[in-house]
């Protein structure tokens, strides 16, 4: 069965290839009257693009939004809305001479024994390409977000290979093209990634998306819970192999007695579990980080299958990224904001008239 319809209330249906004539998505149940106008996407399709430094793959989309459905004199009917972008820059041709091979680590081989068949140019419908429009979806869900909750959905790189931010300054994260929180730390990433694309290799990268604002109450125990469809969301990002909500895995060495977000009148007094408990939102910072694998596609050869089952020695040679975790911030705040948003729907719907029956605690010093 296919499945490419995310969210309940809010849903958000994406189609088409790498190299197709388009990629799209439909975006159903949006509330009516949200101002929202093309140009709206361009600031967050310029950061998840390609080509933009040397560091990312070399194709250059022009990412140009077009409104099909949805919207009518700049604001947003209730009905589905349609967008849509051509591909005016894919490269076939890099990809005839592996066509009928199986790149090691990547989706082709799954992809074939699934559906018996795939569209090898770019990975077709696995291609990082695809998440253009959940890019496009999020612009629609952190506008309603602001203006109807005031809830901010921000992103960094926590991660690259082995290197670590010194310092968290968000401050400077859209000043580089790393979207890193320690402007000092910049050259040190430059001279990495041009050794590492000298080399022909790849690395992988850890991205973390902070939410602030987020109201008490949202997520849908048991099934729903708030974290799970976060884990989930985030998951579906390709390359993405790992999800922690809070201090994740370091929970485990943790103890009880250092990892309960103890309360009082004036707050919270830390927040190991991310804003989030029993699945359902504090009214602390949300915090979640994603583990991006290395690339696959690669300029070094590795060995591989072809259709037939030989063994053949598989080398990439069209335009790729060496660590796509470069390009991963604004996709993994799109998803998280499409998460909150439809959760805020369906908590509204659900439990609209409960009332405030005992103060809200304050985030307190716990958040950053």
Partial sequence: MSNNTFGRLLRVTTFGE????????????CPPGLAIAPEEFRHDLDRRATGKTRHTSARREADEIEILSGVYEGRTTGTPIALLIRNTDARSKDYGSIAEQFRPGHADYSYWQKYGLRDPRGGGRSSARETTMRVAAGVIAKKWLAERHGVRVRGFM??????????????????????????????ELEAFMDALRKSGDSVGARVDVIADNVPPGWGEPIYGKLDGELAAALMSINAVKGVEIGDGFAAVAARGSEHRDEMSRTGFASNHAGGIL???????????????????????????LDVHG???EVITTGRHDPCVGIRATPICEAMVALVLMDQALRHRAQCGDVGEVTPRIPAGDADG
């Fill in 18 to 29: 790498s190299h197709g004539p388009a990629i799209g998505c439909v975006v159903d149940g």
């Fill in 158 to 187: 926590s991660q690259i290979g082995e290197i670590f931010p010194n310092g968290y300054d968000l401050g400077v994260v859209e000043d580089n093209p790393f979207f890193w929180p320690d402007a000092a730390q910049v050259a």
């Fill in 278 to 304: 029993g699945g359902i939102s504090t009214g602390q910072q949300l915090h979640c980080s994603t583990a991006f694998k290395p690339t696959s596609s690669l300029r070094l050869p590795g060995r591989g």
């Fill in 310 to 312: 030989n063994e053949v």
